[in-house]
């Protein structure tokens, strides 16, 4: 990395710590040349593997598009569809896996969007799941309705405690 005053292409380490509960590096380096000191970062870069074999860096806003379109129509902003770019960014980084195959992001965006609005995430799970007939719909339903029930119960518990 050149040297932000002098384009001097040499320089020295001096610090270096973890950030970010270890997925940067801060560094601090100084130039061997005019012996100013600039910081550096560096991020592990989560890889996303497509099924044609090429891999391109994962991203929040293709996250947020992708779930943009599910969620045409339903009452979902997008500080809501941001934040849950995010918590699927943290739930992949979070396996410690350096590379993930796209059809896995988007199982990962499944529970998430789940949460946020049931419409939009049948509209989601559709496509992910290449349903094919009415009956994956109705298994699909039956699943989401399982699970809203589950939640209801445990929040009504919550309450009586
Ligand atoms: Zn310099």
């Given at each position: 990395?050149?040297?932000?005053?002098?384009?001097?292409?040499?320089?020295?380490?001096?610090?270096?710590?973890?950030?970010?509960?270890?997925?940067?590096?801060?560094?601090?380096?100084?130039?061997?040349?005019?012996?100013?000191?600039?910081?550096?970062?560096?991020?592990?870069?989560?890889?996303?593997?497509?099924?044609?074999?090429?891999?391109?860096?994962?991203?929040?806003?293709?996250?947020?598009?992708?779930?943009?379109?599910?969620?045409?129509?339903?009452?979902?902003?997008?500080?809501?569809?941001?934040?849950?770019?995010?918590?699927?960014?943290e739930s992949i980084?979070?396996?410690?896996?350096?590379?993930?195959?796209?059809?896995?992001?988007?199982?990962?965006?499944?529970?998430?969007?789940?949460?946020?609005?049931?419409?939009?995430?049948?509209?989601?799970?559709?496509?992910?799941?290449?349903?094919?007939?009415?009956?994956?719909?109705?298994?699909?339903?039956?699943?989401?309705?399982?699970?809203?029930?589950?939640?209801?119960?445990?929040?009504?518990?919550?309450?009586?405690?």
């Open positions: 990395m050149r040297c932000p005053f002098c384009r001097h292409a040499d320089s020295r380490v001096v610090d270096s710590r973890e950030v970010d509960e270890g997925q940067a590096i801060r560094r601090r380096r100084s130039c061997s040349a005019c012996g100013r000191r600039f910081t550096t970062s560096e991020t592990m870069v989560l890889a996303v593997v497509k099924r044609s074999g090429v891999t391109e860096q994962f991203s929040r806003d293709k996250v947020v598009r992708g779930v943009r379109r599910a969620c045409q129509g339903r009452p979902v902003d997008d500080d809501a569809l941001q934040k849950l770019a995010q918590q699927v960014e980084r979070a396996t410690g896996v350096a590379e993930i195959p796209s059809h896995e992001v988007g199982l990962a965006i499944l529970g998430p969007l789940r949460e946020l609005d049931a419409v939009a995430y049948l509209r989601f799970a559709s496509v992910y799941r290449s349903f094919s007939s009415i009956e994956d719909f109705e298994a699909e339903i039956k699943n989401l309705r399982e699970a809203i029930a589950e939640s209801e119960s445990s929040a009504q518990q919550d309450h009586s405690d």
